[in-house]
């Protein structure tokens, strides 16, 4: 049985916007610089406060859950709501639980020293690299959810927490100041390390969340890897763009520190929730085994292989992608590729070998020629009298005969080509099947007597 996805869970609030005692004694104290004979003695008076506070928040809530330092009703601040929808009011994708978001507690942070944490003078120089590599650490260590306990790392184990973690803030920030730290981009400029940022300022407790970009899972750009901070634990994840609700609200940002000396560029790989021990975050230079490639397949090292063979003269095969599903293209322009090389036979079956990896990664070997264009010159001796209509069975995905070739070439004679990105040849394919159909419709013919497939009739008017 498949596992029920469940969507993150998390939680927000706004810094700035409560007027309890207890929040605006926090922010005061984070805004003054502690004295070195004073720190000791402000933590501990802060501390004080806060387990006095939380005791009468408890008493009123009889002995309910915690709502952090300097809240509750005795305070005058209204107790947390436990399960708010989306931002919009809405629940998610029908098949998914509600996201449970808003509960108020104290996410901004801890005032300079506290959690191990100290502010830096300056944004650290990440790699793309190194910010992905950081926020896999959290994922591989399944840090547990939490806006009020701090990690061994002493970052705040929340979606900001997480991502102040992964860019090395050396603060723990909030949805309302990540921005501060990053440029806005577009969609298109997207690229692992970057960040997808929703902060709800009309009420941060509704939707407010961060993630990690990882890459694209493929040539589509509807899905993206994922690195966040969520209930239970910190995972890595195949995500809609761009997220699973309040979609439209997220914005993507570059971290300023980013550093030029390298590229840092990281293939996107399709993940489940948790990370994937059984196959590479990226594809191997050393070939990774024929069980990678071949009818279902659907992996990194496929993008791979389509990439390398499109650099290698192999574009035409593919009318989308490369992406990480096997598909015929794929077949197609590794046995172009293979042919190429002089190979024959079972050496060029269309599915890569080592020797076939090694030469498209190391860039050696001959590239896949470039297409011949059928010659139309002439009509061919076999036309001048027309043959005779061989039945609809020769026209059908999987068939293979001269038939079809006969057919490609009158339909390009014709002028009814425009489909076929190589050949005519003998393997009756989707190209064929757009041509005969772009030739009925200009008989005038609709419906059915326009599908695609050869007739009697049709026959006669191409060999006419």
């Not at 069975?393 to 014709?414: A, E, H, I, M, N």
Request: proline share 8%; net charge neutral; aromatic share 10%.
């Amino acid at each position: 049985m498949a596992a029920v996805l469940e969507l993150p869970q998390f939680e927000e609030y706004e810094p700035g916007a409560c007027g309890c005692a207890g929040c605006a004694e926090r922010r005061r104290s984070a805004a003054r610089p502690l004295r070195a004979g004073g720190a000791r003695r402000a933590i501990v008076l802060a501390t004080a406060a806060g387990v006095v506070l939380s005791g009468t928040a408890a008493a009123a809530d009889g002995g309910g859950r915690d709502v952090g330092v300097g809240h509750g009703p005795a305070a005058g601040h209204p107790t947390p709501h436990d399960r708010a929808l989306d931002g919009d009011g809405a629940t998610g994708a029908d098949d998914e639980p509600v996201t449970a978001q808003g509960v108020t507690s104290a996410l901004h942070g801890s005032p300079a020293g506290v959690g191990g944490l100290t502010p830096p003078r300056r944004l650290q120089p990440m790699t793309r690299a190194d910010i992905v590599n950081r926020a896999k650490k959290w994922v591989s260590a399944q840090v547990p959810y939490s806006m009020d306990e701090y990690w061994s790392d002493g970052y705040r184990q929340d979606c900001s927490g997480f991502v102040s973690m992964a860019w090395n803030l050396g603060t723990n920030e909030w949805t309302g100041s990540l921005a501060t730290f990053a440029v806005r981009i577009t969609k298109d400029e997207l690229q692992p390390g970057d960040m997808l940022l929703f902060h709800n300022p009309d009420n941060p407790t509704r939707g407010s969340h961060v993630v990690i970009f990882g890459g694209w899972t493929d040539y589509t750009h509807t899905y993206y890897v994922a690195y966040e901070q969520t209930p239970p634990n910190a995972r890595k994840q195949s995500t809609p763009y761009a997220y699973w609700s309040n979609s439209t609200r997220y914005l993507p940002y570059r971290y300023k520190g980013l550093s030029n000396g390298t590229s840092g560029t990281l293939p996107a790989t399709a993940t489940d929730s948790a990370p994937d021990k059984s196959a590479p975050d990226k594809p191997s230079t050393a070939f990774p085994g024929a069980a990678s490639f071949g009818p279902g397949a659907n992996n990194a090292n496929v993008t791979r292989l389509g990439q390398m063979l499109v650099a290698r003269g192999g574009k035409r095969f593919y009318t989308e992608g490369p992406g990480p599903r096997w598909g015929d293209a794929d077949r197609r322009a590794t046995e172009a590729f293979q042919r190429a090389q002089g190979w024959t036979g079972t050496e060029a079956d269309g599915l890569p070998g080592p020797d076939t990896w090694s030469l498209l990664v190391k860039g050696t070997g001959r590239d896949i020629p470039a297409a011949r264009t059928p010659a139309v010159t002439a009509t061919p001796a076999s036309f001048v009298t027309a043959p005779a209509y061989p039945g609809a069975g020769y026209f059908r995905p999987g068939q293979s005969s001269t038939y079809v070739t006969d057919l490609g070439r009158r339909l390009v004679l014709k002028g009814f080509g425009r489909y076929y990105t190589s050949g005519p040849g003998p393997d009756w394919e989707e190209a064929d099947r757009r041509n005969v159909e772009a030739f009925q419709r200009a008989q005038g013919w609709r419906g059915a007597e326009a599908d695609g497939y050869p007739g009697p009739e049709t026959w006669r008017r191409l060999f006419a």
